[in-house]
């Protein structure tokens, strides 16, 4: 048995596993090992009951570049996207709800429900946001440049610069407002329905320990304006069979490139000898040896528990240990025997209504209230719940007539104040329940399994630090130049030949590959 490669990919989440494959794809010898029994991180598919496959993680899709999507021929591998139209349903306490596009005529007549000024507004504002995501969407797949390196780094912020000035004074301001401002104010300067503010401002917030007041949170509004599904940009579709189709089909690729793929093999330690990657040694003990090795673990994993601090400047050390991981993230996968049955629409079956995200969060003081909560160390109780059923469009997930329900759960911090989540998960899922319950009554009793999953739990499962769903916070100080840390976010670290290839590196969480296939670019180059 071999145990020499060019190199060695540590996690085979999505992100490393673009990497395998760019590497294989040029001809290089690789090995991918992931600690789990199952390959694809937080992008996977699971069978939790018998007939039930859940994306117990991740749950739609936009964001994977189109342009992997092609050069490693995913569709060929089984990846196929099924676009969400509307993409999402807001049923409200007074019997009223919203329903919102891609359809541009439905959505203008669904807004102009609550008002007909933000019905005229609304395309406005998406354009808006379309143009600053023109200029942000081409940098996911580009090296960030070191505004402290030297002239080259310094001629990329330059030409960063001169795009910037092309959006001109009034769309540039709004740019910086939105890369770094609070989602809120943005939201009420444009609109006047608290209805609309409510679901767009869900969008803002998911996956963040902040409220739509906090600065940072307008940048994840563009969002649902980048990506693409099947060629159409700001589509949200779910993955048929499940995301992990998508962690699937990229390692599908891989393999037929040569990559070699282990699970059940968990990395304890990073090899480093005269400040050079020598390879990785399982925690079993077994070597392997490579002169390049890529992580797509987080940063904490990846510098402080599979390194010596001996093997790392002190002060790139410090800079690691101060990423923010906090989280306030619930998920809660369920079965169910048939879909919620919403007051604000009934229907017999599927509807409509269960094609997209369902919101379930009134107003945004809502939010701002469910957040407090979780500031003082409390689970909120009154959570913001964002309900999906991809069965609604996927019939290969349940039985026949069942369903999955997937509730991604704000907020809920990882330390709770006087007790444990051990104690709690059960309460703060029954609390979920039972709000869903006034809007859907009949929904408890439509529960057949469930699994819950606070963050220390996805810590657990998915070796995420603190629970933080994209492998550390997508605050401003946190991205681009800054991910992980200043001076090293070319992908490459403190230790020749080891480089970070997932969530960690820019551009961050989300299933876009995009770190995945920007590390294998510089690993190509280093050679
Ligand atoms: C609950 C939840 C919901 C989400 N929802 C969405 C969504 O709907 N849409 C979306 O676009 N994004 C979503 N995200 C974010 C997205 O899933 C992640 O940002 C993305 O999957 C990260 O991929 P990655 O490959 O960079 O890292 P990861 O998926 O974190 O993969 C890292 C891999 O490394 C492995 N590993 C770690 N340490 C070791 C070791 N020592 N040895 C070997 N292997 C190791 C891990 O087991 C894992 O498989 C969600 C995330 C979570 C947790």
Redesign the pocket.
Known sequence: MTTTYDAII???????LVTAAYLAKAGYKVLV????DII????ITEELWPGFKVST?????S?LRPEIIRDLELKKYGFEMLPRSPSSFSPFPDGRYLMMGPDKDMTRKEIAKFSTKDAENYPKYEDMLTKVADFLEPLLTKTPPDPFGGLGSLWKLGGIGWKFRKLGREVGSQAVEILTGAARPILDRWFESEELKATIATDAVI?AFAPPSHPGTAYVLFHHVMGECNGVRGVWGYVRGGMGMVSKSIADAAKSHGAEIRTN???GKILVKDGRVQGVALKDGTEFHARLVAS???AN?TFLK?MDAKDLPADFVAAVKRIDYSSA?V?INVAVDRPPNFKALPSEGVGLQHHGTMHICPDQDYIERAYDDAKYGRWARDPMLECTMATALDNTLAPPGKHILSM?VQYAPYHLKGTTWDAEKDKFADRCFDILEEYAPGFKSSVLHRMV?PPPD?ERL???TGGN???GSMSLSSMFSFRPVAGYANYRTPVKGLYLC??ASHPG???MGA??LNAAREMLKDG
């Open positions: 540590i996690g085979a989440g999505h992100n490393g090992l992931e600690r789990r694809g991180g937080c992008c993680a991740a749950y739609v899709n964001l996956g093999a968990d990395v797509g673990a987080d994993v599979l993230t998920k991604f999953i996805m998915w070796g995420i769903i994209m492998q997932g969530a969480g989300g299933v770190c995945g």
